[in-house]
């Protein structure tokens, strides 16, 4: 039990174009998931907290406007990156907390992103 | 401000000896302890959960927890060349929130 999904698993895309990625809890409910930034040979960096039905809580220095994240339900997340450029590729975790098993929380396996 | 700290390592065992991986947190009232393992290009994988003081084991696994000492320690006995990775402890506050602080990690390689 307690798996969390991503897609996709990896993306490419251009310049200036927007990325959406899904972050799925498959067999349990997460009113709050996290998603996280984290590149090479760095520490995860939590970039904002999505609850369920509100808005998300964005870290800071992280730009709500550019990061859009929408949690529409108790099972689904999504990260949508706007006007990506080269500066935002690199890998993106969400994981998702899973309040009937002690507030643990799981990691999807990752989106890679790469704007050229 | 918050801190979890970790030696970064690398910390390298012969395979079948034990691994030992420090933690230590600055906040003290700090309610739940996660150990993630972490391979490299891959996201975190959850091994480890303890929240009371004392040893908890799970397989080859034992967290280790002293609130007093605000530490935590996992042991990895029978090491292999598989938990080559980097281990990662995390911390929550408690009081309703569930956001992870994380250190930065203890690289372990385990040498056949």
């Known amino acids: 039990g307690a798996v969390v999904s991503q897609h996709p698993s990896w993306v490419i895309c251009k310049s200036g174009t927007s990325v959406k990625i899904e972050c799925r809890s498959l067999d349990f409910q997460a009113t709050t998931m996290f998603w996280y930034r984290q590149f090479p040979k760095q520490s995860l960096m939590l970039m904002a907290t999505s609850n369920e039905g509100s808005k998300a809580t964005y870290e800071q220095g992280v730009e709500k406007d550019k990061f859009l994240i929408n949690h529409a339900s108790l099972t689904l997340s999504t990260l949508t990156v706007t006007s990506a450029h080269p500066e935002d590729s690199s890998f993106y975790i969400c994981?998702?907390?899973?309040?009937?098993?002690?507030?643990?929380?799981?990691f999807g396996p990752g989106t890679r992103l790469t704007v050229l | 401000q918050k801190e979890v700290e970790q030696n970064s390592g690398p910390l390298s065992v012969p395979e079948g000896a034990i691994a030992s991986l420090n933690c230590t947190y600055s906040?003290?009232?700090?309610?739940?302890f996660f150990w993630y393992r972490q391979y490299s290009g891959k996201s975190p994988e959850l091994i480890m959960s303890?929240?009371?003081?004392g040893d908890k084991e799970d397989g080859r696994f034992t967290a280790q927890l002293n609130k007093a000492s605000q530490y935590v320690s996992l042991l990895i006995r029978d090491s292999q060349p598989s938990d080559s990775a980097t281990y990662l402890c995390a911390v929550t506050p408690g009081a309703g929130s569930y956001q992870l602080t994380f250190g930065k990690g203890t690289k372990l390689s385990v040498i056949p």
């Open positions: 994981s998702a907390l899973a309040s009937g098993r002690n507030h643990e929380q799981f």
């Open positions: 303890i929240y009371s003081n």
């Open positions: 906040d003290r009232g700090s309610q739940s």
